[in-house]
T-cell receptor, first 114, second 109 residues
Framework: NAGVTQTPKFRVLKTGQSMTLLCAQD?????MYWYRQDPGMGLRLIHY???????AKGEVPDGYNVSRLKKQNFLLGLESAAPSQTSVYFC?????????????FGQGTRLTVV | RKEVEQDPGPFNVPEGATVAFNCTYS??????FFWYRQDCRKEPKLLMS???SGNEDGRFTAQLNRASQYISLLIRDSKLSDSATYLC??????????FGSGTRLSIRP
């Protein structure tokens, strides 16, 4: 059972480079989320999607863009990477937020911007 | 002010101790509440949901106080294997899932 898969697992970027992180889930979940985690900061919501074709801003959206062209995939883009975007990125998905349903996480992407 | 605030810790307690964490949330329309556990360099995993009437799962007890807008997690008879970071999560309005900053727990022999 794949669950939530993030690609890549690790990446080193130079300042100004662009990249796309892919989150894929095979559970037919409507809701998908991108977070970043920095030491002592917990998980901060970047962007999220409540269904195919929709996206919305979270707590820290600046410097990131997202797309949800297919229900199973949620892409996070960095157009011009900055050292402040060095972080661990987690994707999560869930079937609904109306009831006490679990959110499932990918294994994370460790991104370093030099 | 952050939408979800959590005791920062760290907590360092001896094996067998009882430890409690609190988490407050600011959006009174929040619908669902959870505690997640995160081991070092791993993804968070659900520990337990938090129900209005309070709920227990073995040594773990979760409580919700809607009037004061906080949730709590109590761990009894702590084990070495309980060492981890504990994150509260709130399903907020507009379908957002907001996490607290996490509380690091270390259990010493």
């Amino acid at each position: 059972n794949a669950g939530v898969t993030q690609t890549p697992k690790f990446r080193v970027l130079k300042t100004g480079q662009s990249m796309t992180l892919l989150c894929a889930q095979d559970m037919n979940h409507e809701y998908m989320y991108w977070y970043r985690q920095d030491p002592g900061m917990g998980l901060r919501l970047i962007h999220y999607s409540v269904g195919e074709g929709t996206t919305a801003k979270g707590e820290v959206p600046d410097g990131y863009n997202v797309s949800r062209l297919k229900k199973q995939n949620f892409l996070l883009g960095l157009e011009s990477a900055a050292p402040s975007q060095t972080s661990v990125y987690f994707c999560a998905s869930t079937t609904t937020v109306k009831m006490n349903t679990e959110a499932f996480f990918g294994q994370g992407t460790r991104l370093t911007v030099v | 002010r952050k939408e979800v605030e959590q005791d920062p810790g760290p907590f360092n307690v001896p094996e067998g101790a009882t430890v409690a964490f609190n988490c407050t949330y600011s959006n009174s329309a929040s619908q669902s509440f959870f505690w997640y556990r995160q081991d070092c360099r791993k993804e968070p995993k659900l520990l337990m949901s938090v129900y209005s009437s309070g709920n227990e799962d073995g040594r773990f007890t979760a409580q919700l106080n809607r009037a004061s807008q906080y949730i709590s997690l109590l761990i009894r008879d702590s084990k070495l294997s309980d060492s981890a970071t504990y994150l509260c999560a709130v399903y907020s309005s507009a379908s957002k899932i907001i996490f607290g900053s996490g509380t690091r727990l270390s259990i010493r022999p």
